[in-house]
């Protein structure tokens, strides 16, 4: 089945500080989405996102399908934005994640 | 607007018990459904997929089954749970054809 890679697994940052998350991906796919997790568990959708580039607030996301790969920015990082980051592409009707990328925000 | 229901928040059972958890969707019709399996600080690892009523593919081979019920309702089942069967359990859907897809709140299996 496809493979689905995210790096790096674990980012410390101090507030206010930026940061690229990159996810690669092993075939072609249809469509490709980035999560956040929060502490209690729950998967929050960030972007949907199956090529081209998104912002939204301090977020932003670009996937290039035929390089295989999506990279999520966090500008002006905040405490709040601490949690694991996921992303998660589609092929075949099923949905498979990457191991997520843990982000620290010190304040 | 479109909701997803998944019962009950947190579980504890005990080995060989059996289990059931379910998944309802409201205000869509003919979703695709999913459950995932996350262990303690892990990855989320795609346990079942169905795309209709009575189609159920399985991902992995395991000590689980799931059924598709009616258009809107998953449930994920074990006859005799193991320990190893502890972890949280996240539904999703989907519109068919691959679209984005959203996630219930989870459900929290501590196999005693």
């Known amino acids: 089945g496809i493979q689905v890679e995210q790096s790096p697994p674990d980012l410390i940052l101090q507030e206010g500080a930026n940061s690229t998350l990159r996810c690669n991906f092993s075939d072609s796919v249809n469509n490709l989405q980035w999560f956040h997790q929060n502490p209690w568990g729950q998967l929050i959708n960030l972007f949907y996102?199956?090529?081209g580039t998104k912002q939204n607030g301090r977020l932003s996301a670009t996937t290039v399908a035929t390089e295989r790969y999506s990279l999520l920015y966090i500008s002006s990082s905040q405490t709040t934005d601490s949690g694991v980051y996921f992303c998660?592409?589609?092929?075949?009707?099923?949905?498979?994640f990457g191991a997520g990328t843990r982000l620290t925000v010190k304040p | 607007s479109q909701t997803i229901h998944q019962w009950p928040a947190t579980l504890v059972q005990p080995v060989g018990s059996p289990l059931s958890l379910e998944c309802t969707v409201e205000g869509t019709s003919n979703p695709n459904l999913y459950w995932y399996r996350q262990a303690a600080g892990r990855g989320l690892q795609l346990l079942f997929y169905?795309?209709?009523?009575?189609?159920i593919s399985s991902e992995v081979p395991q000590n689980l089954s799931a059924s598709r019920p009616q258009d809107r309702q998953f449930i994920l089942s074990s006859k005799k749970l193991l320990l190893s069967d502890s972890g949280f359990y996240l539904c999703?859907?989907?519109?068919?054809?691959?679209?984005?897809?959203?996630f219930g709140q989870g459900t929290r299996l501590t196999v005693v």
């Open positions: 996102i199956p090529s």
């Open positions: 999703a859907w989907s519109y068919q054809g691959e679209t984005e897809a959203f």
């Open positions: 169905s795309v209709g009523i009575g189609q």
């Open positions: 998660a592409v589609h092929n075949n009707n099923d949905m498979r």
